[in-house]
């Protein structure tokens, strides 16, 4: 099987890359490296077949470019990822996340790909007031620009699947965390609490900690996106997530404990537009993709430290 990544250069683009590499696929990633690193394929490019064509996905040769490899399967997950940058540069955020995806759909739909599989974000399309945990059946309240271009790529997917029998799946995680994740990127805080209290200094709590989030574990997000490949039940979003709340001041004491680093946080005020609680109910994705959040947070979170410690 043949696999385009777009963002496959990025956090979770380079996991789901080693996955299809483990699975025999030959993978072309197509990225901009925007906030991507050729760093993040050192080993798939080491033990299997994989190409990166170094381009912006609103470049005019996309089309070319999938139409000369052939793909089976689309995994579009590049993106302009931040949702505090979606806030300052709604404009650039609507370029990469809507137009980045027409364009994408378009190159898939001229070169014959069977299916596209899409990154959207559970957390960022459900507002405030949403039930916890999340089901795709709650209506999205977007508080982003972010949020908002993720529901309406969604609603292109839909619209070339009906009109041009593009096949699609749609993958919403959580706040996904593990190896290769980078401190600014959105859902970034664990990354930036196991390196600043690697690095023996107390990090900041935004708030007062007792916010919560739904942590997922990078490899079984990949795994997610993989299953997405070959489900029959295309045409729907699933949500990819624990179900489980964990407090900030919680994840704060695990990494606290598998780090040794300062115990006490610094507490700030909240950030604008930030949410209380958040917390995704996978299980669409359980019925859907037979699929399931394998790594527990302890697991996960000492996984991502020895990572940070290799360096
Ligand atoms: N990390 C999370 O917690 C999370 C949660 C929900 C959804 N997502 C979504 O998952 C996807 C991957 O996110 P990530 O956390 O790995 O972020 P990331 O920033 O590490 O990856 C995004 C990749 O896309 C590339 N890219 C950006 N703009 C591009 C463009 N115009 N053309 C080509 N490539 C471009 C970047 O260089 C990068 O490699 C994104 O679509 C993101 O919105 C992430």
Do not use: C
Request: no cysteine; proline share 4%; net charge neutral.
């Amino acid at each position: 099987m043949r696999a385009i990544v777009t963002g496959g250069a990025g956090f979770i683009g380079s996991h789901l890359v080693d996955r299809l590499i483990n699975e025999g696929w030959e993978v072309l990633v197509v990225d901009n490296l925007a906030s991507g690193h050729l760093d993040n394929l050192k080993s798939a490019r080491e033990f299997g077949k994989v190409k990166v064509h170094t381009l912006d996905i609103l470049d005019r040769d996309l089309a070319e470019v999938f139409g000369r490899f052939r793909a089976d399967r689309v995994f579009h997950l590049a993106a302009q990822a931040s949702v505090s940058t979606s806030m300052t540069d709604p404009m650039f955020d609507a370029r990469v996340n809507v137009l980045g995806t027409i364009s994408v759909l378009e190159a898939s739909r001229k070169s014959g790909v069977g299916r596209v599989v899409f990154a959207s974000s559970g957390g960022a399309l459900a507002g405030p007031g949403s039930a916890i945990p999340t089901k795709e059946t709650q209506k999205a309240r977007p508080i982003s620009p972010y949020g908002v271009a993720k529901l309406a790529a969604s609603e292109y997917l839909a619209m070339y699947e009906r009109t041009y029998g593009l096949d699609h799946v749609v993958i919403a995680p959580a706040n996904v965390y593990g190896p290769r994740q980078r401190a600014h990127a959105e859902g970034g805080v664990v990354a930036i609490f196991v390196e600043t209290l690697m690095a023996g200094r107390a990090a900041t709590i935004f708030g007062d900690g007792s916010q919560t989030r739904d942590f997922v574990y990078v490899a079984d997000v990949a795994d997610a996106f993989y299953r997405a490949a070959f489900t029959k039940n295309v045409g729907r979003t699933y949500n990819v997530g624990t179900g489980t709340e964990t407090t900030i001041s919680n994840l704060y004491a695990l990494i606290a404990q598998a780090t040794g680093g300062p115990a006490k946080p610094i507490f700030e005020a909240a950030k604008p537009g930030d949410i209380e609680r958040s917390a995704l109910d996978a299980s669409a994705a359980v019925r859907g993709l037979d699929w399931a959040p394998w790594t527990a947070v302890v697991e996960g979170i000492a996984e991502t430290v020895r990572h940070y410690r290799k360096g």
